[in-house]
């Protein structure tokens, strides 16, 4: 299959402050691929988004990522973003004394000066975000209306591999439904890729995956449907991962 937006991870170990996060990750991900990561707490999820992001504090060891090709695994997180990888973090920080509108026009590639067109005007008003264009950026904000702001952002930069971390952790039922609808749209019409982290699985009932994953000890497991794994991890809990014969299947073969 032609390498055009496909995202290859192998053997990643990761080390954060000294410390070997991740262990040896191997994954696949197509162009318009959807897959969802599960593991339970300090278990490495948002660690393996963050170095394919490339976030400087995350230093690979060993193991390579390739992304449209290209070995991404030495550039930094500004070349990576000219591939098209965008990442919306589980808790957006506060930017003070940049406008969040001037945040979206230069998401927009536009200038300071420049106006929104009447279809980003829609948007933005979709995304319940107009009255805060004036207000910087997440200050005071609720954490439902920081999640509007970063995938707002995230969107207008119009990404090829979209890596969410937690975006159905503390936003409410309303905003989790905008938030899955728009994303849902886009990765549809654009036919990006995206890794999206769950711990509650509420997205699950908005947006469609093809695949999942178990990401513990720093290793990564199954690949079965992400309701199935979900199903599983309520019924069980995550150390019924360690001995589901789906996993034991995929690793011996």
């Not at 197509?30 to 995350?58: A, C, D, H, W």
């Not at 093809?210 to 199954?222: P, Q």
């Not at 309520?234 to 001995?243: F, I, P, Q, T, V």
């Amino acid at each position: 299959m032609d390498d055009k937006g496909t995202l290859e991870i192998e053997g990643l170990k990761v080390k954060v402050e000294d410390k070997t996060i991740l262990r040896g990750i191997s994954l696949r991900l197509e162009q318009g691929e959807r897959s969802f990561i599960f593991g339970p707490n300090g278990s490495g999820k948002s660690t393996l988004l963050k170095t394919v992001m490339g976030i400087p504090s995350y230093v690979v060891e060993s193991g390579s990522i390739r992304y449209k090709g290209f070995d991404i695994t030495g550039m930094n997180v500004y070349e990576r973003s000219k591939l098209g990888i965008t990442m919306a973090f589980q808790q957006p920080p506060e930017i003070r004394g940049v406008k969040l509108s001037q945040m979206l026009k230069l998401c927009l590639g536009k200038k300071r000066t420049d106006v929104f067109s009447p279809e980003e005007k829609d948007t933005i008003e979709r995304f319940r975000l107009t009255e805060f264009l004036d207000r910087d950026v997440n200050v005071g904000f609720s954490g439902g209306e920081r999640k509007r702001a970063e995938i707002l952002q995230m969107l207008f930069l119009k990404p090829s591999l979209i890596l969410l971390d937690e975006p159905d952790s503390g936003v409410d039922v309303d905003s989790l439904r905008l938030l899955s609808e728009e994303l849902d749209s886009y990765l549809q019409t654009s036919k990006a890729s995206s890794l999206i982290i769950t711990h509650k699985g509420d997205i699950l009932d908005y947006i469609k995956a093809e695949r999942a994953c178990v990401v513990m000890d720093g290793m990564n497991h199954c690949f079965p449907d992400p309701r199935t794994v979900y199903a599983e991890i309520r019924a069980g809990g995550y150390e019924h991962c360690l001995s589901c014969s789906t996993r034991i299947q995929e690793e011996a073969s």
